[in-house]
């Protein structure tokens, strides 16, 4: 996995990208899930320039720096065991399932799972209650989450990535 030092720039710039939405997620409070799903898209376009094995690097380097660099470190339980990781299993499951009803049911599974896991992670550190319409309206979320994320890489596949290939062979 040796890199051409363009790519290990290029991962440098996505890498600072994805601090400053870390970052900016415990500063400006009311958007914070908003700048975690940003800066896992983030993970997806490492995914689709260098494959899996980068995607996994990038996401622990990106686990690493948000711990030492965020405000909130509670907040962060939330990117680092949903949206971070699901970035990778995304990419996975898409490439294994060719069902796409098989392949949303595990998503679905994924995403109940890892909101199990946060739940008992943040409760650790503070008092939270959820109710059955907050875990509806998750699951509701999580699958607009999904269709956008796929749009976004699929936009980044067609439009952005020829362009950025195209300027790097100049």
């Not at 958007?31 to 899996?52: D, K, M, R, S, Y």
């Not at 098989?102 to 959820?130: D, E, Q």
């Amino acid at each position: 996995m040796l890199l051409k030092s363009k790519d290990v720039a290029y991962l440098g710039v996505l890498l600072g990208l994805n601090q400053l939405f870390i970052i900016l997620s415990s500063v400006i409070e009311t958007n914070t899930i908003i700048l975690f799903a940003v800066a896992a898209l983030l993970i997806g376009i490492v995914i689709e320039e260098f494959g899996v094995k980068s995607g996994v690097v990038f996401y622990i380097a990106s686990c690493l720096l948000g711990f030492f660099l965020t405000f909130n470190k509670v907040e962060l339980i939330t990117y680092v065991i949903f949206f971070g990781l699901y970035s990778l299993i995304k990419y996975m499951l898409e490439i294994k399932i060719d069902n796409k009803y098989i392949l949303h049911g595990v998503k679905l599974i994924y995403f109940n799972a890892s909101l199990v896991a946060m739940y008992f992670a943040v409760k650790l550190f503070t008092p939270l209650k959820l109710t059955w319409w907050m875990i509806l309206a998750g699951q509701v979320l999580f699958i607009v989450y999904d269709y956008a994320f796929t749009i976004f890489i699929t936009a980044y596949i067609k439009n952005i990535k020829p362009k950025i290939h195209r300027r790097a062979m100049d």
